[in-house]
């Protein structure tokens, strides 16, 4: 791959999360391929797509809470969004100066585990196993990307949701452990914690998915 499209300081989150994590050096070249697919996608309009099971389930939803809002940057709308920002004074003027203090301007991100009753129904109705599959399908558009997170890398909705994002051309990006299990072998980039047991993989994948929402806003807002 190559990285030139992409901000030197953007790639040097990376290079943090690795002083801090000496471990995660093996995940270096996955890191910065995941970096460089999200930020493609999201300069094309596009939008991030998570889920997980369990734990992998709130990181899933921990990570749409840092895109859709400011993370560690600020995101003015009125400096990275004047266009929006001048309709809204123009067509709102008495509300502007509140929309101004506290509207953020946002990376487009969606997790599957937030549609309880779609979730309820689908899995009463028809198979458990493809309710991420089912939303994949039903939303996701070519140019996403779907992050997939499963500690074993075998987690059958998750991997059903993989390979339906793969015939709608989404990218796919698996976040797992060591062995990468099954799911290696379908998604376009594997990040494989050094880790074996759940909860050690898991105690790599908070400071790995905060790298990359870091890495993204500095990317599209940093001044």
């Known amino acids: 791959m190559r990285f030139d499209n992409i901000k030197r300081s953007t790639l040097q989150k990376i290079e943090e999360l690795i002083k801090r994590y000496p471990a995660l050096a093996v995940c270096r070249d996955d890191l910065t391929g995941a970096v ?33 809002k400011g993370f560690l940057l600020p995101r003015k709308i009125q400096n990275h969004d004047k266009d929006f920002f001048n309709e809204l004074k123009k067509n709102y003027p008495e509300d502007a100066e509140y929309f101004e203090k506290y509207l953020q301007c946002t990376l487009p991100a969606i997790s599957l585990l937030g549609e309880t009753s779609l979730i309820t129904a689908f899995t009463n109705d028809n198979s458990a196993d493809l309710i991420f599959a089912q939303q994949v399908y039903g939303i996701g558009k070519a140019g996403d990307v779907l992050l997939a997170i499963t500690t074993s890398g075998n987690s059958v909705n998750v991997l059903h949701a993989v390979k339906i994002a793969k015939v709608r051309g989404i990218k796919t990006i698996a976040l797992t452990g060591r062995s990468g ?20 993989i898991q105690e790599f994948h908070l400071p790995i998915y905060h790298m990359l929402c870091m890495a993204l806003e500095n990317e599209f807002f940093e001044l």
Do not use: W
Not at 36 to 58: D, P, V, Y
Not at 181 to 200: E, N, R, V, Y
């Open 36 to 68: 460089e697919a999200i930020c493609e996608s999201f300069r094309m309009g596009n939008k991030l797509i998570t889920c997980g099971n369990g734990g992998s389930a709130a990181d899933s939803q921990h990570i749409v809470g840092e895109l859709m």
């Open 181 to 200: 299990g099954k799911i290696k072998s379908f998604a376009d980039i594997s990040i494989c914690a050094p880790a074996d047991l759940a909860h050690t």
